[in-house]
């Protein structure tokens, strides 16, 4: 048994259960006690927030966060059925085709034709770059062998799979589930579960998206305040994120975006203003990021900490990204972002803003922040094997080769 295992028993028996699913958060009449969350009665739920909060919460409807896990439906399972694009043909001899079947989604795999595996799609996780498939057996949690990459529109094995042959073995914890949603508990295992490492999941106390509270943390009792004083527009009973030092707004994006640790603790516990040494192993924490391996999972807090920008300047995650917005931005804007530091006021302009001249202005990012390709995902026989999943270096610095490459990009342009 895992020190994370034996640790968190301990908390599980105290959560009161209650089935509840946030799929969608329809407007309720705000009653901070009409609403039974799974994770205890000083949370509200994010239904509360939208009667005061509405365009945050409209807004936030169109968020990755908000859709990273969701109930698998026609709707959410973005990839085709249509017979031809539905198929990963893995050899001659195996292929999983996507199948609509009895009212549901499937992965079927079939050897030589006869079908060998046959499980549902349930949950979806993952949104603007790719989704992937979770599916329930008894109190287990599965993942499916294939995943839809959104930007490429094509079904390939999942990251990290083997691009040979397809698996439905992979058993998932609630650890994907801290990153990815705003609750689920495991069920205190047995001796028998414990010596093969199997985890079962309380489907009871599942909640799919990153909900309100996640960030802002239990809101039960200001809702309760606010709305016994409506004349009150001072927020009362809720952590101000923006008085809270940078260093705890790093930690707080950091419970998700420090690239895959280990955990001591249930980072569904994590409250804005806690700092991440009580959750994860500090050895992990203060390893420098290897800046060569780009995964599914980056490490954007690790990478941004080590940039100049961060060490002798006052940038954060929320200097660039909003927090309940669809994301969407272009590189001009981004490089907008970098020109209200870099400035001739500030003395601290790129150094090759006279050999580039004004095209400069619209893209610091290929030179700074270069685009970096996977190779967690291998894809068998695809031509495009480095385009499966790519992220944004987040350790801002000088990289000579990327300088070389956008350079010689401008002179075939002229
Ligand atoms: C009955 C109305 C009401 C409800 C319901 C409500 N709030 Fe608020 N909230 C307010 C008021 C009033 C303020 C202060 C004015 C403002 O910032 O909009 C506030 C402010 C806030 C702030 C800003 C705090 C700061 O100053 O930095 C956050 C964050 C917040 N609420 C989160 C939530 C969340 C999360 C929920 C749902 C779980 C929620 N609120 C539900 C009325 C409400
Ligand atoms: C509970 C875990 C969690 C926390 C806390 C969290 N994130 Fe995320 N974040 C995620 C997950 C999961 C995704 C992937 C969403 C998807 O499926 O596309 C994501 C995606 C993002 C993206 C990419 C979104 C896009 O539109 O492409 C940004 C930017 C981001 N997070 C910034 C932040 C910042 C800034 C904070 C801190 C204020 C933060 N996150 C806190 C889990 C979290
Ligand atoms: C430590 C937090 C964390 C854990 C644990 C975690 N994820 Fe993620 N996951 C993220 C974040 C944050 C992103 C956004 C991409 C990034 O960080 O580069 C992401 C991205 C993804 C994506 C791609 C979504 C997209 O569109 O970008 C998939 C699929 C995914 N995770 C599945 C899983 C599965 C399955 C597990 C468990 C085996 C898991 N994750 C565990 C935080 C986590
Ligand atoms: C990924 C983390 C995250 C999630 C999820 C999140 N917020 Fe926020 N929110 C923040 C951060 C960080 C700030 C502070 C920005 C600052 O002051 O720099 C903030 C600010 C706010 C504010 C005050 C400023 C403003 O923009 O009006 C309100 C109100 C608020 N959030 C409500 C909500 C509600 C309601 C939800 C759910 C619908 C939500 N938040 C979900 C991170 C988050
Ligand atoms: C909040 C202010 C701020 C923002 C925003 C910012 N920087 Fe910086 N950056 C600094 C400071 C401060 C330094 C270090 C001292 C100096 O050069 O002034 C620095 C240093 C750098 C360096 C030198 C790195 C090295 O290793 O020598 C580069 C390159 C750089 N920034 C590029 C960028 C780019 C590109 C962006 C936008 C993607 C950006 N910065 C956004 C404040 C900022
Ligand atoms: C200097 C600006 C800047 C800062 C600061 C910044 N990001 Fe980003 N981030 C970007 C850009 C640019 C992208 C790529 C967006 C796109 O392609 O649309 C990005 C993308 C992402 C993504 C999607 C995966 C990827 O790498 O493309 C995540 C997750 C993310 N950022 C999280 C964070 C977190 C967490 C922080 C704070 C530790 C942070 N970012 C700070 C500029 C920034
Ligand atoms: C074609 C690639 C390229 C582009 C585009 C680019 N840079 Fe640079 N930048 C470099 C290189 C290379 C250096 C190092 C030059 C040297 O030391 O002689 C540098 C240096 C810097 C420095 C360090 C200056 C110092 O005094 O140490 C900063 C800050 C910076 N760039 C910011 C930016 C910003 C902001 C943008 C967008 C407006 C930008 N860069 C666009 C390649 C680029």
New binding site residues.
Partial sequence: MNKRNFIRFGIIFLVPLSFIISQCFHETK?S?TSFNDPRGPQ????A??????KNVSDDYLHSAHFQTSRLASPASVLGSFAPGSNIVKYNDSISVIMEKRDGGLYQACYVNGNLTQLQPFNIVFGFKRAETFLYWKDSYVYQLPVTYYTQLHQWANSPGYSEKRPYYTRMISEMCFECHSSNMKQIPPTQEQIDHKTIGLDKNTMMLSID??RC?GP??Q??TF??QN?K?????Y??????LSRSQRMDLCGVCHSGINQVAWSTFDFKPGDTLTKYFDSRFLNQVPDVTRIDVHGNQVGLLKGSKCYMQGKIECGTCHGMHDNGVKTVKMYSQICQSCHTDANHNVCKMTAQIGQPITSNCLDCHMPVRSSNSIVIHGAATQNAFYQARMHRIAIYPEETQKVMAMMKKMD
């Avoid at 949370?43 to 994010?46: E, K, L, P, R, V």
């Fill in positions: 705000p901070a949370f509200a739920g994010s509360t927030c939208v009667s005061c909060h309100c509270e802002h809101a039960a200001h809702v606010q709305m409506p009150n527009k001072q927020a009362m809720i952590t101000k994120l923006g008085g």
